[in-house]
């Protein structure tokens, strides 16, 4: 690292903000920018970096890795939760998470911090792929040391729950290979999601309207009905009491739009009554595609800005903007 500096990864073909820690996940492959402000404090012992690559199987080995002078050097044939955890347990934090168009794998990006606490016994990761119209847990699945075991064909949204029941969180949702990919991990010393969590995963297809393709939920989650506008089960869940964990685009076959939602419920639920959500796509400058919940406004037939400008009338707030493909991007 150079001092001073600060790390931003700029390739927005994904710009997906989580929710909840601000991790940013991008789209390609890692393009770094970086700026010195006047204000910048150079840390007196420097900083490091580690990079991992890691293949369409988490099971298997890195694809490759990179560390600065002072960083850990992770070996051949390490599997990637593993290298995730014990990079994680040398006091480094996730900076960024990148998919790869064309061969579907991510790529981590973890960032020294000075004087943070040592525990590669602590640290634990969970990686695993869901697809499928049923959305269960694809082959491949992987975790460290310590960390649940995922099980090939399990139910994404169980899987999920049970790893935030565990002490993980969710630290990127990221699309690889036209299906969500999580990673998931836990800091030393931090204290379980929930005795019991919940989590609700579902995917929205768009062509006129927006509506439930598929679904998956843990034990005593509502199940989301397939035809359902997206919108609805949007509201549906946060009215259950589940909070957005993260809102991905996937890449369907044909001219729609594909949306996948996570859900999952906080320990303390908050006054969630009478939620509503709004869901539109949009082409050059009109609506092409909604699917709203009951009492949202109405957008089909608007002006892209003039639908925007009424829902958020009405007091709604964004919770993403995400591109929506017609067809795969071509990488470069």
């Not at 040592?118 to 792929?129: E, H, L, N, V």
């Not at 998931?184 to 929930?194: C, F």
């Not at 929205?204 to 359902?228: Q, R, Y």
């Not at 859900?263 to 609506?287: E, G, H, M, W, Y």
Request: aromatic content about 6%.
């Amino acid at each position: 690292m150079v001092a001073g500096f600060s790390l931003e990864s700029v390739i927005r073909a994904f710009q997906n903000l989580d929710l909840n820690n601000g991790n940013r996940v991008t789209g390609g492959v890692p393009t770094y920018t970086l700026v010195r402000t006047p204000t910048g404090r150079c840390p007196a012992c420097g900083e490091n970096a580690v990079v991992l690559t890691c293949g369409q199987d988490p099971h298997g080995p890195l694809l490759g890795s990179s560390s600065s002078a002072g960083a850990p050097v992770v070996g051949a044939g390490v599997r990637c939760a593993q290298a995730l955890a014990d990079v994680l347990g040398a006091g480094f934090r996730l900076e960024s998470v990148i998919p790869a168009f064309t061969l579907g794998f991510p790529t981590y990006t973890l960032i020294e911090q000075p004087g943070a606490m040592r525990d590669a016994f602590g640290q634990k990761a969970a990686i695993f792929t869901c697809g499928g119209q049923g959305l269960e847990v694809l082959g491949g699945s992987d975790s460290s040391t310590g960390a649940p075991v995922v099980a090939d064909g399990a139910p994404c949204a169980q899987a999920l729950a049970r790893l935030l029941a565990a002490g993980l969180r969710v630290v990127s949702t990221i699309p690889t290979s036209d299906l969500p990919t999580y990673t998931m991990v836990t800091e030393p010393g931090a204290n379980p999601e929930a005795s019991h969590a919940e989590a609700v995963i579902f995917v929205c297809l768009g062509g006129g309207g927006f509506d439930v393709l598929s679904s998956s939920s843990s034990m005593g989650a509502p199940v989301v009905a397939a035809g359902v506008p997206c919108g609805q089960a949007l509201a549906d869940g946060l009215d259950a009491g589940f909070r957005i964990e993260s809102i991905i685009p996937g890449f369907a076959s044909n001219a729609s739009h594909e949306l996948i939602y996570t859900l999952i419920k906080p320990r303390r639920r908050s006054d969630t009554s009478d939620q509503q959500a709004a869901i539109f796509a949009c082409d050059a400058s009109n609506v092409v595609a909604s699917g709203s919940s009951t009492g949202a406004p109405p957008v089909a037939g608007k002006s892209c800005a003039q639908a925007l400008a009424d829902v958020l009338t009405e007091c709604f707030d964004v919770a993403a903007i995400l591109p929506g493909w017609a067809s795969r991007p071509t990488p470069w």
